[in-house]
Antibody, heavy 113, light 110 residues
Framework: QVQLVESGGGVVQPGGSLRLSCVAS????????MHWVRQAQGKGLEWVAF????????YYADSVKGRFTISRDNSKNTLYLQMNSLRVEDTAVYYC??????WGQGTLVTVSS | QSVLTQPPSASGTPGQRVAISCSGS????????VYWYQQLPGTAPKLLIY???QRPSGVPDQFSGSKSGTSASLAISGLRSEDEADYYC???????????FGGGTKLTVL
């Protein structure tokens, strides 16, 4: 059974940093590309970033490019999202997703002073 | 403003068939596969359709997808109250080198 569990969300001030984690189980993590997708309260889905199975290629939405970094540790079955220079508009539930098929339950990030 | 365009709302009565459209361009829907998701209130999105018209195991055949040119459509037949949810389309965009989502369609079962 595929399981994705996000953690690391919380409240942070504008300009601050946060690192999200997503622990995967139930499949061979090292053979799948992984995504981060976010959703602001009452809004639609917004794709954030993608990393290939071996970490060789990474892609980002323009809205987070240069501020967020996606990475993974295949030995720990864990996906990460390092978020720097956070803005109020980054406030959202952040989901990790395996090749956009399987999704975790999300972790809430609130950027507020 | 989403790259993929969906109607903000749709509705139907129980048993009816409804279709939700998703309009894009040659760089996304026109050249790549379309995915559809269902999001029930307070839950994570669930994949309904992949590669334009394929259903994952466990998704009932009341859901079907199609694609023509730069547009795609999700059809839901035999509408039930539990189908009331938000529906999203998605595709890879070659020009943006990014995945793009539609703005979502809220389906109401009257």
């Amino acid at each position: 059974q595929v399981q994705l569990v996000e953690s690391g969300g919380g409240v942070v001030q504008p300009g601050g940093s946060l690192r999200l984690s997503c622990v995967a189980s139930g499949f061979t993590f090292s053979t799948y590309g992984m995504h981060w997708v976010r959703q602001a309260q009452g809004k639609g889905l917004e794709w954030v970033a993608f990393i290939r199975d071996d970490g060789s290629n990474k892609y980002y939405a323009d809205s987070v490019k240069g501020r967020f970094t996606i990475s993974r540790d295949n030995s720990k079955n864990t996906l990460y999202l390092q978020m720097n220079s956070l803005r109020v508009e980054d406030t959202a539930v952040y989901y990790c997703a395996r090749d956009l098929w399987w999704w975790g339950q999300g972790t809430l990030v609130t950027v507020s002073s | 403003q989403s790259v993929l365009t969906q109607p903000p709302s749709a509705s139907g009565t129980p048993g009816q068939r409804v279709a939700i459209s998703c309009s894009g361009s040659s760089s996304n829907i026109g050249s790549n596969n379309v995915y559809w998701y269902q999001q029930l209130p307070g839950t994570a999105p669930k994949l309904l359709i992949y590669r334009n018209n394929q259903r994952p195991s466990g998704v009932p055949d009341q859901f079907s997808g199609s694609k023509s040119g730069t547009s795609a459509s999700l059809a839901i037949s035999g509408l039930r109250s539990e189908d009331e949810a938000d529906y999203y389309c998605a595709a890879w965009d070659d020009s943006l080198s990014a995945w793009v989502f539609g703005g979502g369609t809220k389906l109401t079962v009257l």
